[in-house]
C-alpha cells in the first residue's frame, strides 16, 4: 500500500503562514493525483487542492485560491501546501490523500489512501 505521513501543522495568527508536507511511500507516483482536503467537525471533508505528479498541473477550491499553492518534489515523493493569509475559517484537519485513476479530484471518494491528518488552528 501506499504510506502518506503528514507534517507542518501548528497554530498561527490569522494573516500567517504555514507549510504543510505530505511524504509518501510504497509506490511510484507518476499517475497518480495527490490532493489536501481538510474537516471540521460536524462537517463534510472538503477539497482543497490537488496536483497530478505527472504534469505538475494543479486544481483548488475557490476559497482558497490565490492563498495556497501545492506544489510537489519529484526526488523526495513529497508534496507541500503553502497556506499564505489564512483565516480562522481555515482552521481545520487537513488530510493527504492520492489517487491511481486521475478521476474527480475534488471528490474525496475517489482518493484510495490517506495520512492520518495534522491540525491547523488559526486564530483571530
Request: charged fraction near 25%.
Given at each position: 500500500q501506499v504510506q502518506l505521513v503528514e507534517s507542518g501543522g501548528g497554530l498561527v495568527q490569522a494573516g500567517g503562514s504555514l507549510?504543510?508536507?505530505c511524504a509518501a511511500s510504497g509506490r511510484a507516483f507518476s499517475s497518480y493525483a495527490l490532493g489536501w482536503f481538510r474537516q471540521t467537525p460536524g462537517k463534510e471533508r472538503e477539497f482543497v487542492a490537488a496536483i497530478v505528479w505527472s504534469d505538475?498541473?494543479?486544481?483548488?477550491?475557490?476559497?482558497?485560491?490565490?492563498?495556497?499553492?501545492?506544489?510537489?518534489?519529484n526526488a523526495k515523493n513529497t508534496v507541500y501546501l503553502q497556506m499564505n493569509s489564512l483565516k480562522p475559517e481555515d482552521t481545520a484537519v487537513y488530510y493527504c490523500?492520492?489517487?491511481?485513476?486521475?478521476?474527480?479530484?475534488?471528490?474525496?471518494?475517489?482518493?484510495?489512501?490517506?495520512?492520518?491528518?495534522t491540525q491547523v488552528t488559526v486564530s483571530s
Open positions: 507549510r504543510l508536507s505538475d498541473s494543479t486544481y483548488y477550491a475557490d476559497s482558497v485560491k490565490g492563498r495556497f499553492t501545492i506544489s510537489r518534489d490523500a492520492a489517487q491511481p485513476r486521475l478521476g474527480a479530484l475534488r471528490a474525496p471518494n475517489v482518493y484510495d489512501y490517506w495520512g492520518q491528518g
